[in-house]
């Protein structure tokens, strides 16, 4: 077991050090490639940008593995939303390595026959679906712990606390102002939280212009793709910014 978690960090380590690649190509190709004198630049940042994405495939087995065996940890939270949305989470990440195993197949030559288009929007449709689960999860503790804060404020209310200390020290949870004080908050004693959030918004960008939800461009998925890649390379480095399934 210890040698199949040390396999699958050092699979997601990498994965992660040729997505912020694959994602800086992108963004950088988007910046220069109306330059007349970028043609060649930009050529070479496409071909680099599709090695890296080449390179990512090659290391989905290790992924697809973590995904399956996540979801079955998953099933046994206590918590039924999130046992909910992080098994249907994993679940659906597991099809998509798949899809997209079988879409690098079909690159190689090895499956030249199959329907790629239609493959390509199943992997799609599973990394959105995987995404709006993980968001779900990311909400559930949100209001989760909104809901404790408010509670707080409410015992505090009937204490000994005076007006002016609830206006320095306390949660206003009345309209939208409050709301929002309140979700700062919340996400400011709770980095892995917000890091986690972050991520999951970012990634989105992608599945949503692909499916045609939102339409965007290379700039933007590209800066998204790079913000959600430092923050996957940091909860791998620093394991306590990684919010616990």
């Known amino acids: 077991m210890e040698a199949f978690v040390e396999f699958t960090s050092r699979s997601q380590g990498r994965d992660q050090l040729f997505r912020a690649t694959q994602y800086t190509c992108m963004l950088l190709s988007y910046l220069i ?57 994993n679940l659906t990440r597991a099809l998509y390595f798949i899809c997209d195993a079988v879409l690098w197949l079909n690159g190689v030559g090895l499956q030249p026959d199959i329907d790629k288009p239609k493959w390509r ?35 505090k209310e009937n204490s000994f606390w005076d007006k002016h200390d609830q206006k320095l ?9 409050g709301f929002l004080l309140l979700l700062f908050q919340i996400l400011k004693k709770h980095p892995p939280l917000l890091l986690d959030l972050v991520k999951n918004l970012c990634d989105l960008s992608g599945p949503l212009d692909t499916l045609g939800i939102y339409k965007t461009n290379s700039g933007v998925i590209g800066f998204c793709g790079i913000l959600s890649s430092l923050v996957g390379i940091l909860t791998l480095a620093s394991p306590h910014l990684k919010l616990k399934q």
């Not at 990311?138 to 809901?147: G, H, T, V």
């Not at 020290?169 to 309209?175: E, P, R, T, Y």
Request: hydrophobic share 40%; with cysteine.
């Open 33 to 89: 490639e109306h330059k007349a004198d970028k043609e060649k630049l930009v050529m070479k940042l496409k071909q680099l940008e599709s090695s890296m994405s080449s390179g990512r495939k090659m290391l989905r087995l290790g992924n697809m593995v973590h995904a399956l065996v996540a979801a079955r940890r998953t099933t046994q939270l206590p918590d039924m939303v999130p046992c909910f949305c992080l098994t249907a989470s």
């Open 169 to 177: 020290n306390g949660v206003k949870s009345d309209g939208v102002h």
């Open 121 to 155: 929007n199943w992997a799609t449709k599973c990394y959105y679906i995987s995404l709006l689960m993980n968001l779900g999860r990311d909400w559930y503790e949100i209001s989760w712990r909104m809901e404790q804060a408010i509670q707080e404020e409410k015992i």
